[in-house]
């Protein structure tokens, strides 16, 4: 479980980092975008708003990540619900846009949601779940 909670926690991070690149273009970091010119360029054509979807997934990976962190039952559905939202928009990439590489997130995420849906919390000190 705590490997999931890191999981979500970087996945914050790399929000986080996202959005310091396109608020400050050209500082010492922006060397980065060569690793993925493609998501560049299609970040810069969405615009301000993609500030704003960026600030809503790495809040809602952090949340999962506390949630998992504390073994909470609200934590494993916050992280079912967005790994979800990723295995679709693999699909969705790799039918519409036909880039197949996308297709490696699908099993991958499958595994994931698989693993926290099986999971039972432990019971807390109060009893609750």
Known sequence: MKLLALFFAFGACMCALTIWLLLFPGGALDSLWRLNPEAHAAFQRIGGL???????VGVACALAAIGLARNAKWGR???ILILAANLVGDLTNAFVRHDLRT???VPIAG???FYLAKLEPKMTKKGSR
Do not use: E, Q, S
Not at 50 to 56: A, E, K, N, R, S
């Open 111 to 113: 595994a994931m949601i």
């Open 77 to 79: 559905w916050l992280g």
């Open 50 to 56: 993609l500030i704003l979807l960026m600030v809503i």
């Open 103 to 105: 297709l490696i997130g």
